[in-house]
């Protein structure tokens, strides 16, 4: 059972636009820590698509973007291309009496109609 | 452009110590965050520790007393240990970077293509 809260799976046709939840609680997103979102390809390792909120690494291209307001945080991938069809996470901290240490979201797989 | 590889042998059986070794080329080891990370088949990411290039550690408090991460600067490694293993440690395990920022402000930029581990007798 994940710390963060992803739905399973979403889709999309090629050239819309899709976003994906992430839900915490008051000891991570809530507690002000940033998000960060990873694209998976089948296969491979995550790479970073997101850090801090809603700032993109060099080379993202601006169809990716992210958002946070209180214990929830928001990916949107607009103009959606063949290429997008992946795993997406997003990590952020908690903190609370048992420790503090990085959390992962489940993951969401975003398919490509 | 920095680049990480996680190496170790495929098959740990259970009750023993699951070892992997990550090297580290294109930049120096020094002022980052070398993190261990794993991703059970169909599951999600779970982070397990980090190593600090000055010595210090930090680890998954759900792991804390079966995991210890050491570094070598001399060949740009750091490892994993996990002990008494189980089936449910079997997984792809992915050395990663983060920047020195102040815990919760820090994400993982470079990552090494993972390697599975398989816990089996």
């Known amino acids: 059972q994940s710390v963060l809260t992803q739905p399973p799976s979403v889709s999309g046709a090629p050239g819309q636009r899709v976003t994906i939840s992430c839900t915490g609680s008051s000891s991570n997103i809530g507690a002000g820590y940033d998000v960060h979102w990873y694209q998976q390809l089948p296969g491979t390792a995550p790479k970073l698509l997101i850090y801090g909120n809603s700032n993109r690494p060099s080379g993202v291209p601006d169809r990716f973007s992210g958002s946070k307001s209180g214990t929830s945080a928001s990916l949107a991938i607009t103009g959606l291309q063949a290429e997008d069809e992946a795993d997406y996470h997003c990590q952020s901290y908690d903190s609370s009496l048992s420790g503090s240490y990085w959390v992962f979201g489940g993951g969401t797989k975003l398919t490509v109609l | 452009q920095v680049q990480l590889e996680a190496t170790g042998p495929g098959l740990v059986r259970p009750s023993e110590t699951l070892s992997l070794t990550c090297t580290v080329s294109?930049?120096?080891?020094?002022?980052?965050?070398w993190n261990w990370i794993r991703q059970p088949p169909g599951k999600g990411l779970e982070w397990i520790g980090y190593i600090y290039y000055s010595g210090s550690t930090k680890y998954n408090p759900s792991l804390k007393s079966r995991v210890t991460i050491s570094l070598d600067t001399s060949e740009n490694q750091f490892s994993l240990k996990l002990s008494s293993v189980t089936a449910a440690d079997t997984a792809v395990y992915y050395c990663a970077r983060h920047p020195n920022r102040r815990d919760g402000y820090n994400e993982f930029d470079y990552w090494g293509q993972g390697t599975l581990v398989t816990v089996s007798s």
């Open positions: 294109g930049g120096s080891i020094s002022s980052y965050y």
